[in-house]
């Protein structure tokens, strides 16, 4: 349940169920909130193609750091040669 206040400042709250959530994914839910909430301000035509919940900084963590994973592989052999090593190695 999200709780709004608008006096003397918007002020949100976020009541949960711990069984569900955990307080991180709580916050992290309420932010993604306040990012639509600011975007719908600044937003110049308002369409909703053009509001994103997530923040640039989240965008760049989600695409970028957690996307490093290269690995180094043997240069002379195929993707195909190093799956079927992969499917030898793991046959159940």
Known sequence: V???NLQPKLQLKLLF???FLNETEANQ?????????????VSEDG??????MISEKELTHILS???STSLDYPKNQCFQDLF?????LNLN
């Open 29 to 41: 839910i309420l932010s993604h909130l306040i990012n639509i909430l600011w975007e719908m301000l």
């Open 65 to 67: 750091d957690n996307n």
């Open 2 to 4: 999200v709780y709004c």
């Open 84 to 88: 079927t090593d992969q499917v030898k």
């Open 47 to 52: 369409k909703l193609e053009n509001i994103s």
């Open 17 to 19: 169920n711990s069984s």
